[in-house]
């Protein structure tokens, strides 16, 4: 079973921190404030309807985080919570991962998700030892898209209508890092 540190030190003002309890009322108000933000990429943002839904979801994920399912981390930008990264879609037969990630809209434009996909993506390759780590972005994100090719992701081509989102199906930008 893998495994992964519950803390990670980006640089002197971001961290990453495995999902809590402490933090889900914290963590509700800011996708509920983000939802129009999040929404035309991440249908998640609809599901949150009361802070139950968000007990219900951070108790899942630290189900899976403790069984090395997902390893989802909250980033903290000068001890605040500013959105989420994780390493998701894990292949322990293939040794490879998917990464998922958000920011609130008033922390874009910082560097602090590039840091922190920068981090995350280090840590999957040299830590739990992926060979592969991918990223999957609508082609219409660009902010995503953008965070892959900033790290250097090798941009493996186009999988068509490949997501379901709010308005239809979107095609997505494969994007992978490997050790090599």
């Known amino acids: 079973m ?14 990453l921190r495995r999902l809590s309890r ?38 899942s994920q630290i189900k899976d985080f403790d069984n090395g399912k997902e390893f989802s981390y909250d980033i903290y930008y000068k001890d605040q919570l500013v959105g989420s990264v994780g390493i ?8 490879r991962c998917e990464l998922g990630y958000w920011l609130d809209q008033d922390a874009t434009g910082k560097g602090i998700m590039t840091k922190a996909v920068a ?19 609508a082609v219409e ?4 898209i953008a965070v892959a090719r ?12 490949y997501i379901t989102l709010p308005d239809r199906q979107h095609d997505v930008i494969a994007f992978s890092k ?3």
């Open 141 to 144: 994100n660009e902010a995503s």
């Open 22 to 59: 402490e933090n889900a009322q914290e963590k509700f108000d800011l996708i509920v404030k983000n939802h129009d933000h999040l929404l035309p990429w991440l249908p998640w943002a609809d599901f949150y309807h009361s802070i139950d839904d968000m007990y219900q979801y951070t108790d």
């Open 2 to 15: 893998l495994h992964a540190d519950a803390f990670i030190e980006v640089d002197q003002d971001i961290t």
């Open 119 to 137: 981090k995350i993506t280090d840590y999957a390759l040299h830590d739990i030892k992926f060979d592969r780590v991918a990223i999957l972005a």
């Open 88 to 95: 998701h879609d894990i292949s322990e037969d293939n040794n």
């Open 150 to 161: 900033r790290l250097n992701f090798t941009e493996e081509g186009i999988l068509h209508s």
């Open 178 to 180: 490997t050790k090599e």
